[in-house]
């Protein structure tokens, strides 16, 4: 996994941001790294309920993927200062209180990185 300070990794996460919706839980994100390209979600996990990638909705630029849809043939591209906003479909596992948000993906520059956040509802 690849190395990146995790006070850093917690800053593409827009605190407060955790909510649920009809859909499911949703958070926001904004990447402040500079370009970049995912080419995999592996998982998000809230509070030790994991979502494979066949629930995870990433909505970027008015446009939705499906996360098990993007792949190294198949990229999803981030500019700087881009936002999305991640959708759980059907999760209903936030909690008053601190919740825990644990987004593993796979970056073309850097490889996998996992990024460990909390959020209070």
Do not use: W
Not at 28 to 39: A, S
Not at 87 to 100: F, H, T, Y
Request: proline share 3%.
């Amino acid at each position: 996994m690849a190395i990146i300070p995790d006070f850093l990794l917690k800053r593409v996460y827009k605190k407060g941001s955790l909510r649920e919706t009809a859909e499911g839980i949703a958070f926001d994100l904004k990447n402040i790294f500079g370009p970049g390209i995912i080419t995999g979600i592996n998982f998000i996990k809230i509070n030790d309920i994991n979502y494979e990638t066949s629930f995870i909705k990433v909505i970027t630029q008015g446009a939705a993927t499906i996360a098990s849809h993007i792949s190294p043939d198949n990229p999803m591209c981030f500019k700087l200062n881009q936002e999305s906003t991640c959708i759980l479909e059907g999760a209903r596992s936030l909690k008053e209180g601190l919740n825990k948000i644990i987004v593993e993906i796979i970056t073309r520059d850097v490889g996998k990185v996992q990024v460990i956040l909390t959020d209070t509802i």
